[in-house]
């Protein structure tokens, strides 16, 4: 799962911005030692003490409530994640505006929660709805506007909708290599979905090629021991093993 953690830029000043620095360096210290407990109980810490601080409805104050939702998330704890995040949605909806970055940031997340037990068309009428306004308020090429379309095209993947996620993934696919480059990793990440959508299509040859070609970029531009390289070389092996081709799998 994709969750957006963000930061707003805030109009008070912390007392303690080195321990609020240490206290999310601990925070993703414990996350990933799979110490879901403790997680919780810094970042509520931290949470409460924003409240305290500045208001329950301060922009740093409700983005320390969203990132309690991707804890709740992890732990699989979906209907807590859907309220806590519905209550920062309605918040920023109300004090920063329907149509500000961070709110739209945060319906985002909520059709992220949708799409985990599968209420796929509540997610993708949100991410249609940020999509949108995206690209009437930052462009059509913005990277938000790119990432909520890439957002889209996995939940018509999770719907079976092919064709319309082939050409959704296509057209991202394309910008981002006219507005970030070929090489870029973002762009690669785009191509390296393509070739997902092309297997489900039984394409397998498209599949193949596509494949390769992030794979070389890859080497040459992450390395060959770099995680985004080693899945995509595990992609293509799948790939290989999907057309029986065994020795190369």
Do not use: C
Request: proline share 4%; hydrophobic share 35%; net charge negative.
């Amino acid at each position: 799962m994709i969750t957006f953690i963000f930061t707003l830029t805030r109009d008070g000043i912390t007392p303690t911005p080195s321990i609020a620095r240490s206290s999310r360096r601990k925070s993703v210290f414990l996350k990933n030692e799979g110490r879901w407990g403790e997680t919780e109980e810094l970042k509520v810490q931290v949470m409460e003490t924003r409240k305290r601080e500045l208001g329950p409805e301060h922009p740093d104050t409700l983005s320390r409530i969203a990132n309690l939702t991707s804890i709740y998330m992890d732990q699989g704890r979906l209907k807590e994640a859907e309220e806590l995040e519905v209550q920062v949605m309605e918040t920023m909806k109300r004090v920063l505006g329907e149509e500000h970055p961070d709110t739209l940031r945060s319906i985002t997340d909520l059709a992220i929660i949708y799409r985990e037990p599968r209420r796929l068309k509540e997610a993708e009428e949100l991410e249609l709805q940020v999509m949108e306004t995206m690209k009437r308020v930052l462009g059509e090429e913005h990277p938000d506007t790119l990432r909520s379309m890439a957002n889209l095209t996995s939940i018509y993947m999770d719907q079976g909708r092919w064709k319309e996620a082939e050409e959704l993934e296509v057209q991202v696919m394309e910008t981002m290599k006219r507005v970030l480059g070929e090489e870029h990793p973002d762009t690669l990440s785009r191509m390296a979905n393509l070739t997902s959508i092309y297997m489900d299509h039984g394409r397998r040859k498209e599949a193949e090629e596509l494949e390769v070609q992030v794979i070389e970029t890859m080497k040459r531009v992450l390395g060959e021991e770099h995680p985004e390289t080693l899945s995509s070389m595990a992609n293509l092996a799948t790939i290989y093993r999907n057309q029986r081709r065994w020795k190369k799998a």
